[in-house]
């Protein structure tokens, strides 16, 4: 055990917090039970019974109930709760990231699910509801992240930490008020938040239309228009190209020298981008690379199947996050998670990479593999684009840069007052829980 979870931990009072003073302190081990046992009658049970990786609880407080499992293959490996219970994630990052719920809608009145959380069962001196909420107040969270064992990615929140918590404990009434008012007020907050986040799936779904429409289009709405072929978009301006785009560009490969040789990865000097720099390719925002998280030798290089590219080559993410695509700032060679291309004189490198953002849904249904799905080289060099001519990619570029600027600062904007309401919607908790408001007869 810590000695961070062995050392007595002061009263609310103690601590100088001020609680209202029909609230009285105690812990939590006195008002609860952690991890309460599977009842007998559920270890003989054939029915079947809620399932919960994971996956299924909400940040937000929410349980996708959905999915069920026989009892019997459940009861060893997995954690047990009942309607009735509290639940939270206690590895991280699922804990920070405020993975908890109020179980009391399981169609089995029993649950089982992942070994992750910890079960709380409230005693009569606690309302389901307000430890609920306690869970999800700061104060429990960030003394629990201070509390947490493990190392690495795999730190827990221990049971004696949530058993030796300190709280002031409202009257049952009050507990009940309590309840009523943030079940009423955060429903209004994740009302605004549902808003924002359905604001944002909309910009970026019109983003990707704008997009589509821009690079396969023009930026003349009602230039003649002929078949396209191209199986992404139906038709393009009739004085457009539509080829091979081995015809524009040159198609290379890239590779890892061997790990097993030192003076591979010995004074290094050669930007080398792999799989751990696909996130700067992600956000829609980002045009160019920007430093690599690695790089490989000269040597290295001469003896590996990669090639130095020259800055203004497009890659292709090929493995994993398929389909992401930017350009590269300055010479760069890259691992064999990318199809890279290096345009020719007719092919502006900008306008390759908005069209290949633009087919990113048809990059899609070229993956192949089971475990690790791909695009396999045959189908990355049968890709057709369409090439309208020089000064038509160069307006192309400039209006496509100018429409995803206007809808990222909407989307950026949306983001920022989600996670405005979000930490609004915390601290409304962590005050009401903890008495710093008084919530009686709130309207």
Avoid at 116 to 128: F, K, N, S, Y
Avoid at 291 to 298: A, G, K, L, V
Avoid at 427 to 436: E, H, N, S
Wanted: charged share 20%; hydrophobic share 40%; glycine share 6%.
């Amino acid at each position: 055990m810590s000695s961070t979870v062995k050392a007595r931990r002061a009263a609310p009072r103690e601590r100088g917090e001020q609680t209202p003073a029909s609230w009285r302190s105690i812990r939590l081990r006195y008002v609860l039970t952690v991890n309460p046992p599977v009842p007998a009658e559920v270890r003989t049970s054939t029915d079947e019974v809620s399932f919960l990786p994971m996956e299924l609880i909400g940040e937000d407080g929410s349980l996708d109930l959905s999915r069920m499992r026989p009892v019997q293959e459940v009861l060893s490996g997995y954690s047990y709760f009942a309607n009735g219970d509290v639940v939270f994630a206690k590895v991280t990052p699922c804990f920070e990231n405020g993975k908890a719920a109020v179980v009391k809608t399981l169609p089995s009145v029993h649950g089982f699910g992942t070994t992750e959380v910890t079960t709380l069962r409230p005693g009569p001196h606690i309302d389901q509801g307000f430890l609920g909420y306690l869970v999800r107040t700061d104060r429990f969270r960030q003394a629990a992240i201070a509390a947490m064992t493990g190392a690495g990615g795999l730190k827990r929140v221990p049971d004696d930490y949530v058993r030796d918590f300190y709280l002031a404990l409202p009257p049952m009434a009050q507990q009940q008020e309590i309840v009523a008012f943030l079940d009423r007020e955060t429903a209004k907050i994740d009302a605004l938040i549902a808003k924002q986040e359905q604001l944002i799936t909309t910009l970026r779904e019109d983003r990707h239309a704008r997009l589509v429409d821009l690079v396969a289009h023009g930026v003349n709405p009602v230039s003649p228009q002929r078949a396209s072929e191209l199986g992404w978009v139906e038709t393009v301006p009739l004085g457009w190209q539509v080829l091979n785009i081995r015809h524009a560009a040159a198609m290379k490969t890239g590779h890892t020298p061997s790990r097993s040789v030192p003076e591979y990865w010995e004074n290094t000097t050669i930007p080398w981008c792999t799989l751990a720099d696909v996130w700067q390719l992600r956000d829609d925002r980002n045009i160019y690379l920007g430093d690599t998280s690695e790089q490989i030798s000269e040597l290295g290089l001469a003896n590996s199947a990669a090639e130095l590219l020259p800055a203004g080559t497009v890659v292709l993410s090929r493995t994993a996050s398929v389909g992401f695509t930017g350009i590269m700032p300055k010479p760069m060679a890259t691992s064999q998670d990318y199809w890279n291309w290096v345009c020719g004189p007719n092919l502006l490198p900008e306008y390759l990479m908005y069209v290949f953002r633009a087919m990113k849904d048809h990059f899609r249904a070229l993956m192949m593999g089971s475990t690790h799905k791909t695009i396999y080289q045959a189908d990355a060099a049968a890709i057709r684009i369409p090439l309208p001519p020089l000064q038509e990619q160069q307006e192309i570029v400039r209006e496509v840069s100018d429409v995803m600027t206007q809808m990222n600062t909407l989307t950026h904007k949306a983001g920022d007052l989600i996670r405005a309401l979000r930490e609004y919607r915390s601290a409304l908790i962590t005050d009401a829980v903890t008495g710093k408001i008084d919530v009686r007869g709130a309207a």
